[in-house]
């Protein structure tokens, strides 16, 4: 295994330690120190452009997938550097799953959306319970259950998020990554998401990003805001920072930095 | 003040019609020599068509009595195309999916896509010329010189950059984010691409095939320097390393005979040869339209 010698507590699942992404020559976002506590839901919030979302896939090495994209410090998942050079990102990816902004279904019968993820993990067990299980968790069962040989297509929006999540469950990840799964939705859906959230939370370890404050403060236990100020040199580029992290309820009600009582209150952003 | 009611007679409007009249009547003169083409090959020939022509052999010109048929070269044809399509059709998808999913914009794959559109323009004579120095010269294929594989062979030269460009093109068409979907999850790269994105991709990678084959199946020059042209039934495995007819060489062949019968077996030929490229360029057609349907789902 490829351990480090640091304590790291035991109730710490990722743990980011002085980690810098940059897009070629582009730095977007630096120094980001962070400790995700297992089993918590944390949010991630903050201006566009401030890097929240490149740190989010950063978390499972999403950001392979992106040419140029270039990681600094080390992300440690259970005390292993993801990022060290003989870590397999596909084993990675199979503990950290992810869900995304836009539903993407795959275009297949919403059994097979379930099957796939979990026959390619080396599934063996009952196929058809995993797949009940997995959208019963994700709070999509009923909608579904007359239909599962239907195309993933012909869900609604939300419920399509929905089997998205039920899809990454079904690979029995530890941690489930999400960015803005509800942007792309309806109140309704939203909420429905929402609920599946807590549910997930007896089981999962949550990451999520959200350009909704009020989602924030109702889902999360920790919440991480991030900002971008503008480089030091002044050519008008702007790189992002971990600007406080703290309990969600203390980031709302009161927050160390003047900046994150200025986001949360809406005066920019 | 100028009335705002439309001038005919005012220079920007009478310069208008002019422009458009032209580009009309040359759209017409560009669609005239297709139309005559076709209904000429379609009159000539299809007055030749009989059950004959599908079973016979075609007799040596000079016999002015009876030309026979073109069964050879039309099983010919259809063998010498499957041999390129075998040849070709793994390699371009193989080729095109690296160009699509693995490559990053690097100067190999810079390279590989301006060889590909290279190759696309090169004349098809070179193909031929190219398998003859290759095989047919050399007789490196078990000591055979002509034949019905190494048509296949130059067939899939041309076919190549057909089937290459449109599977990279159909990959660029299927959404990130089915990848990411997929990688998020924690499958490779390959079940990736082998169970989510080709099968995506599948049906615009099928037009492609499908016109890169119609392509293929009308070019002759290629086939002169490596199938050349039989008179004889095909009737087993070993046919494949001698002499083939095709349609095409049949065309080029007869159609410069004295004998009107031969004239005429040619006229056939073409008639059968001009159907099968258009109904295989119909059938791509339909496939790619039942692609536009289907993607919006």
């Known amino acids: 295994m490829i351990k480090t010698n640091k304590k790291i507590p035991k109730n710490i699942i990722l743990s980011l330690e002085d980690v810098s992404i940059s897009y070629g020559t582009f730095e977007a976002v630096k120094n980001v120190f962070c400790n995700f506590k297992r089993g918590d839901i944390t949010s991630l919030i903050g201006p566009s452009g401030c890097g929240k979302s490149t740190v989010l896939r950063a978390l499972n090495r999403m950001n392979d997938l992106i040419p140029n994209c270039s990681l600094k410090g080390t992300v440690l998942f259970d005390g292993t550097n993801i990022y060290d050079k003989r870590v397999d990102p596909v084993e990675v990816r199979r503990r950290i799953g992810m869900v995304f902004q836009q539903p993407n279904p795959f275009p297949k019968s919403i059994y097979e959306n379930i099957a796939f993820g979990a026959r390619i993990n080396g599934f063996t067990g009952n196929m058809d319970e995993l797949v009940e299980s997995s959208l019963r968790k994700a709070a999509v069962w009923s909608e579904c259950k007359d239909k599962l040989n239907d195309s993933g297509y012909s869900l609604s929006g939300g419920q399509q998020q929905r089997l998205c999540i039920a899809r990454t469950i079904a690979i029995e990840p530890e941690i489930i990554l999400m960015d803005e799964p509800c942007s792309a939705l309806d109140p309704i859906s939203t909420l429905k998401i929402e609920e599946t959230m807590h549910e997930l939370k007896k089981n999962y370890t949550i990451i999520i990003v959200t350009h909704n404050m009020q989602q924030a403060l109702r889902v999360s236990d920790m919440t991480a805001f991030f900002n971008a100020i503008e480089y030091e040199d002044g050519d008008g580029g702007k790189v992002g920072y971990l600007a406080e992290f703290d309990s969600t309820k203390k980031i709302f009600n009161s927050p160390k930095e003047k900046t994150t009582q200025e986001y949360i209150s809406g005066k920019f952003g | ?297």
């Open chain 2, 1 to 297: 003040m100028n009335s705002l009611y439309y001038q005919k007679k005012l220079s920007r409007n009478v310069g208008d019609k002019f422009f458009t009249s032209l580009s009309v009547f040359c759209a017409f003169i560009a669609i005239l020599p297709l139309i005559f083409v076709v209904t000429y090959i379609l009159i000539k020939g299809g007055a030749q068509i009989n059950s004959d022509l599908f079973t016979l052999e075609p007799n040596p010109p000079g016999d002015d009595l009876d030309a026979g048929g073109i069964n050879p070269a039309l099983i010919g044809t259809l063998i010498i195309t499957t041999i390129a399509s075998i040849i070709a059709i793994p390699v371009g998808v193989g080729g095109g999916i690296y160009l699509a999913e693995y490559s990053k914009g690097g100067p190999f794959s810079k390279f590989i896509r301006f060889g590909v559109n290279v190759l696309a323009g090169v004349p098809s004579i070179i193909a031929g010329v190219f398998i003859y120095a290759l095989i047919v010269s050399t007789k490196i294929l078990f000591g055979s010189m002509y034949s019905g594989l190494a048509g296949g062979m130059a067939l899939s030269i041309l076919m190549l950059p057909t089937v290459i460009k449109t599977t990279d093109e159909g990959l660029k068409l299927v959404p990130n984010e089915l990848r990411y979907a997929s990688l998020g999850i924690g499958a490779s790269m390959y079940t990736t691409i082998l169970k989510i994105t080709l099968p995506s991709a599948f049906r615009s990678i099928a037009t492609g095939v499908v016109l890169g084959i119609a392509r293929a199946a009308g070019e002759t020059a290629p086939l002169i320097f490596t199938a050349l042209f039989s008179y004889y039934y095909i009737v087993g495995f070993e046919d494949l390393f001698y002499e083939m007819g095709s349609l095409a060489v049949l065309i080029y062949n007869f159609a410069l005979e004295p004998y009107d019968a031969q004239n005429k077996l040619a006229w056939a030929a073409s008639f059968i040869l001009v159907i099968s490229i258009l109904s295989v360029n119909i059938f791509s057609r339909i496939l790619a339209a039942f692609t536009e349907t289907t993607k919006r789902v």
